[in-house]
């Protein structure tokens, strides 16, 4: 296994799969996420990029720098990313994610990295919110993207992943999930990710073709170390019966 890499973010990590664990929001804004981004990365020997420097200015925290990692600034008229408005370390953070995922998809079965966002939310209810770029129907299984709402929201990103590998992750999630309370696991229904300003549509453009998710974990499952070492487990075997 590489060993970790220390950045002006925070630390990174090379590994073997076509995964890449990533943690925008691992300096605190998301309690416990870098620690189960870090020890997903490790147990899969998966790749890791995550920043634990850097909070969102509503959740600074002391000593951190400001910035938020999952909020890309896009130019609807250049149609491109404007990192000149982001600090240069975010900018070192997406270029060494772009390395990885190219590094990544010559591992890949699918011929595609993965680019795996861990985020944290409140719930009581969902277990993990999935987001790429979409949302499911609440009455049927028909999963929709941003143009299904542009007339009212001003969402244009694309969807990140073939809807049949998150129909499948989704059903190994819950699978493995059937023991936890929570135990449902939901498409977009809190963050779908579906605008270009969400870190995981640089994946679909920047003249990039990945695929990519966020994976929204429940406070409940980020409680305690011995649930941490439960949820990274549940997510690692979901992710190796999903794609590989």
Same mark, same amino acid.
């Given at each position: 296994m590489e060993k970790i890499q220390k950045t002006a973010y925070g630390k990174k990590r090379k590994g073997r799969l076509p995964f890449v664990i990533i943690a925008p929001h691992g300096a605190?804004?998301? &309690?416990? !996420?870098?620690?189960?981004?870090?020890? &997903?990365?490790?147990?899969?020997?998966?790749?890791?990029?995550?920043?634990?420097?850097?909070?969102?200015?509503?959740? !600074?925290?002391?000593?951190?720098?400001i910035e938020d990692f999952n909020k890309l600034s896009w130019s609807y008229t250049k149609k491109k990313y404007l990192w000149g408005r982001k600090k240069k370390e975010m900018k070192t953070f997406f270029d060494d994610i772009s390395e990885y995922c190219d590094l990544a998809r010559q591992k890949s079965p699918f011929k595609k990295a993965l680019g795996i966002y861990i985020h944290g939310f409140?719930?009581? !209810?969902?277990?993990?919110? &999935?987001g790429v770029g979409a949302k499911k129907n609440i009455y049927t299984d028909f999963i929709y993207g941003a143009k299904a709402y542009n007339f009212i929201h001003k969402n244009n990103g694309k969807i990140t992943m073939r809807i049949s590998l998150l129909k499948k992750l989704?059903?190994? &999630?819950?699978?493995?999930?059937?023991?936890?309370?929570?135990?449902?696991?939901?498409?977009?229904?809190?963050?779908?990710?579906?605008?270009? !300003?969400?870190?995981?549509?640089?994946?679909?453009?920047?003249?990039?073709?990945d695929y990519a998710v966020q994976m929204e974990i429940s406070h409940l499952l980020r409680k305690n170390n011995k649930q941490i070492d439960n949820t990274v487990e549940i997510i690692k075997k979901s992710l190796t019966e999903s794609f590989l």
């Open positions: 605190g804004d998301d &309690l416990k !996420t870098g620690v189960i981004a870090s020890r &997903l990365s490790r147990q899969m020997d998966a790749y890791l990029v995550l920043n634990n420097k850097f909070c969102k200015k509503s959740n !600074t925290k002391k000593n951190k720098k409140v719930s009581d !209810t969902i277990a993990i919110d &999935l989704k059903k190994n &999630l819950s699978k493995n999930m059937v023991k936890e309370n929570p135990s449902k696991i939901s498409i977009g229904k809190h963050y779908s990710g579906w605008s270009k !300003t969400s870190a995981i549509q640089f994946h679909k453009h920047e003249q990039r073709d």
